[in-house]
């Protein structure tokens, strides 16, 4: 698993209420990830990090915010959750293996936007 | 814009056939491809990366191969198990590492 973790790994919150998720890592990755999973859409990334303060946006950007202070830890930020933003959302590492790079993913976080 | 497409949707096979699962990207200008397998309610594991200067990549059961110039790649797993059921998802790495993934094919196979 590559030493990633998610927190919470299941959140319930109501409309227009903030949300942070914490990805954390253990082993030193610069490149880290956000993805959400919807049903027929597979996974679509968020934003992404390729180190510390250095972020950018991804295909579904919009409603999201993220920050990286640290090397082990990348936050994504819903300011005011929308229902629309109900999903499983993944945190992923890129890791080198010899001459191949690979994503590496945490477990999820189910949330849902009441 | 990258679209990257796997068909069928859902397949299910009887144990110990073989199965042959599809994905389908519309720009060849890509880095690498990656399948991976996804659990009911767990994340990602990786199971093969092709490189984009490569044609095949086998570990075990199962054998990827890629076609870059017509958008193509084969995900082959040889002799399926129940074991083997899982969402299978496949995705397309551009320059600057950020992937794109398809759909996923959803295999069921039955004892």
């Known amino acids: 698993d590559a030493g990633i973790t998610q927190s919470p790994r299941h959140k319930v919150t109501e409309t227009g209420t903030p949300v942070t998720l914490r990805c954390h890592q253990t082993?030193?990755?610069?490149?880290m990830y956000w993805y959400r999973q919807d049903p027929g859409h597979g996974l679509r990334l968020i934003h992404y990090?390729?180190?510390?303060?250095?972020?950018d946006k991804g295909e579904v950007s919009d409603g999201y915010s993220v920050s990286r202070s640290k090397t082990e830890d990348f936050l994504l930020t819903l300011e005011s959750a929308t229902s629309s933003q109900t999903s499983v959302y993944f945190c992923?590492?890129?890791?080198?293996?010899?001459?191949?790079?690979?994503?590496?993913f945490g477990p999820g976080t189910r949330l849902l936007v009441l | 814009k990258q679209e990257v497409t796997q068909i069928p949707a859902a397949l299910s096979v009887p144990e110990g056939e073989n199965l042959v699962l599809n994905c389908s990207f519309t720009?060849?200008?890509?880095?690498?491809l990656q399948w991976f397998r996804q659990d009911p309610g767990k994340g990602l594991t990786s199971l093969l990366l092709?490189?984009?200067?490569?044609r095949e990549q086998t570990s075990g059961r199962l054998n990827a191969s890629l076609d870059k110039s017509s958008g193509r790649s084969t995900l082959y797993i040889a002799a399926s198990q129940p074991g083997d059921s899982a969402t299978y998802l496949c995705?397309?790495?551009?320059?600057?590492?950020?992937?794109?993934f398809g759909a996923g094919t959803q295999v069921v196979v039955t004892p």
């Open positions: 992923a590492i890129s890791a080198r293996t010899g001459a191949q790079e690979t994503q590496y």
């Open positions: 082993e030193n990755h610069r490149y």
């Open positions: 990090s390729y180190g510390v303060k250095d972020t």
């Open positions: 720009d060849s200008a890509i880095y690498n």
């Open positions: 092709i490189q984009s200067s490569q």
């Open positions: 995705a397309v790495t551009d320059s600057w590492g950020k992937l794109q």
